[in-house]
């Protein structure tokens, strides 16, 4: 073999070292871009899950055995009462301050819940008083997420006439 066979053998190998190397590299974003893609749905269907779970249960504590005519009739403190834990919550704010680790196929997800007050004028900040309405906002976070995924959403109190 001459030097010339010598010098074309080592350019191909060369070349092809890099042709692999970028190949590599594009497969590696593809993985991360779908793994990112299922971490965001499935993060966006845990949110949900608790949302519906907390659609079941009672909008006050208060509001289980009576009727509420005055926002002055529901709890004043937000969250669960003295011996309630999850699962066994039986109205919607007891899920305030609740943290979860839920398992994920790659990862672990990190679930914060906060239930707040918020008046029918002013849905997106807490009102610091009762009312008739509560927000729940729920936050998951994973390290396949850019940013945590948010799902609000507002429960009404519903008068009976």
Do not use: C, W
């Amino acid at each position: 073999m001459g030097h010339q066979e010598l010098l074309l053998t080592i350019g191909a190998i060369v070349t092809f070292s890099i042709l692999n190397f970028t190949v590599s590299q594009h497969a590696v974003r593809n993985s991360d871009a779908i793994y990112s893609t299922q971490a965001e749905f499935y993060a966006t269907s845990l949110a949900q899950r608790f949302i519906e779970e907390a659609k079941t249960k009672a909008f006050d504590k208060n509001t289980l055995t009576a009727t509420a005519d005055a926002v002055s009739d529901f709890t004043p403190s937000l969250g669960p009462e003295a011996g309630e834990v999850y699962p066994n919550f039986n109205d919607v704010d007891d899920y305030d301050g609740l943290t979860r680790n839920e398992s994920f196929t790659i990862d672990t997800m990190r679930v914060t819940i906060t239930v707040f007050y918020v008046d029918e004028t002013n849905l997106n900040t807490d009102a610091g008083t009762r009312k008739f309405y509560k927000k729940m906002r729920v936050s998951v976070q994973s390290s396949y997420l850019i940013s945590p995924v948010r799902t609000d959403y507002v429960f009404a109190f519903q008068r009976n006439p």
